[in-house]
């Protein structure tokens, strides 16, 4: 299984860099996957079909999608699964999910307060 | 100390009622901050200005700007300070920080990975 981690970009480079080496470090963190790439939702490269259909070129056939956003908006809710039911047609004996978003984890609350209570210390 | 948490704001009005949610856990939780209150970036209501004079009006006189965002963009770099100096330069007297963004959190590779983690026991 391999993860195909989904950021917006941004026109600042510096940003699109944050993700590449956020990519890197999941990397080298102990897990169960064969492989960690990111892809781009605008402008930057890869972009999520090139970025699904590099992992399927190298003959992988599970692929987790992981999106990199806060909010449900529309993002989220209609580009990322219209982007991947259309890579999915052509590859249909892939198997693609899309895990919840980030901001749909529970632990987001708490590592709002840490975020919080760490500048608070920090003073 | 209040809290500001700050979001984009997203079109689709579902997004931005998550945030409203985010912030009424967050006052759930235990901690030693005397509110907490949400402003959005664009569009919805309060915006980042109004957002820190509500707080200011109520003579709440420290308060932590916490921005929920995932990248370092031209948002959390330049738009974020901007209205908060603009602020602070009316009030002088009220301390205003700026948490650094949540995607600056260490813990946000794990939390990833975890998400991740959690689709593949669930299949």
Redesign the interface.
């Known amino acids: 299984?391999h993860?195909l981690?989904i950021?917006?970009c941004?026109?600042?480079e510096?940003?699109n860099i944050?993700?590449r080496a956020?990519t890197n470090?999941?990397r080298q963190?102990q897990?169960?996957?064969a492989g960690i790439e990111c892809a781009f939702l605008e402008i930057a490269e890869p972009s999520i079909p090139e970025g699904l259909q590099n992992l399927i070129a190298n003959n992988v056939s599970e692929i987790?999608v992981?999106p990199?956003?806060?909010?449900?908006?529309?993002h989220v809710?209609v580009d990322i699964p219209k982007l991947v039911a259309q890579v999915q047609l052509e590859a249909p004996n892939v198997v693609i999910?899309i895990?919840?978003y980030?901001?749909?984890?529970e632990?987001?609350?708490?590592?709002?307060?840490?975020?919080?209570?760490?500048?608070?210390k920090s003073?």
Chains 1, 2 share one sequence.
């Open positions: 299984v993860i981690l950021a917006h941004s026109r600042q510096s940003s944050e993700i956020l470090r999941l963190l897990s169960p996957f987790l992981l990199y956003f806060l909010s449900a908006g529309r809710l999910r895990v919840p980030l901001g749909a984890a632990q987001i609350d708490q590592l709002l307060m840490y975020q919080a209570l760490s500048m608070l003073i």
